[in-house]
């Protein structure tokens, strides 16, 4: 099942500026973390947010999570070119196997 | 080497063939994945195995057949698809048990029915 849900939209911007995606979910998580996938590549995982935590940074990437309100937001900052891809966000539950519930992604073009 | 490796990178088959899609990591991740993704779509999960068995089969229909034949290799055996089962092919790993655990996905296999 697809519990996490991203706000679906493609988000075009200039090289440099911010990006910012969301993410809902419906049930208590364990964490939420966020993937990168390239056109027709594989995933790859960028950040890993606890329940317990409401930020975290990680190079030029910043996660928040809000548990009372059940999403969380990626922002990209300063985004290049090499930064166009899809994100996804997914969680793992609470309870129960350590199964990843993906959302439905975000389209992020940069233009040069 | 964080690296997982899948083989074919494209595969064209018949509805009446039957190929396999392989998948290999080095990473000591005892659990291993399929998933199953169409175009603009999340990734959709089929099996998984944890320990060389399986232990989540998401309802997959029986002409997909996974297999893990050691720790470091998965394979899925394909028979008698049908034109719908044209999808890109991903597997993944991770270590077992630890729900923070990131998942460690190939570069997929892409495969087209005719």
């Known amino acids: 099942s697809q519990q996490g849900e991203e706000d679906p939209q493609a988000l075009s911007i200039q090289e440099g500026e911010n990006a910012t995606m969301n993410c809902s979910y419906k049930?208590?998580?364990?964490?939420l973390q966020w993937y990168r996938q390239n056109s027709g590549r594989g995933l790859v995982h960028l950040i890993l947010?606890?329940?317990?935590?409401r930020e975290k940074h990680s190079g030029r990437l910043r996660v928040t999570l809000d548990t009372s309100k059940k999403s969380s937001s990626l922002l990209i900052t300063a985004s290049r070119a090499a930064d166009t891809a899809s994100y996804f966000c997914?969680?793992?539950?609470?309870?129960?196997?350590?199964?990843?519930?993906f959302g439905k992604g975000n389209q992020v073009v940069v233009i040069p | 080497d964080t690296e997982v490796t899948q083989t074919p990178k494209h595969l064209v088959m018949g509805m009446t063939n039957k190929k396999s899609l392989k998948c290999e990591q080095h990473m000591g991740h005892r659990a291993m994945y399929w998933y199953k993704q169409k175009a603009k779509k999340p990734p959709e999960l089929m099996f998984v195995y944890s320990y060389e068995k399986l232990s989540i089969n998401e309802s997959v229909p029986s002409r997909f057949s996974p297999e893990c034949p050691n720790s470091s290799l998965l394979n899925l055996h394909l028979h008698a698809l049908q034109p719908e089962d044209s999808a890109l092919y991903l597997c993944a790993s991770s270590q077992v048990g630890k729900r923070e655990a990131e998942q460690y996905f190939g570069p997929g296999t892409r495969l087209t029915v005719t």
């Open positions: 997914a969680t793992v539950p609470y309870y129960g196997n350590n199964r990843l519930a």
């Open positions: 049930t208590s998580i364990n964490n």
């Open positions: 947010i606890r329940s317990n935590e």
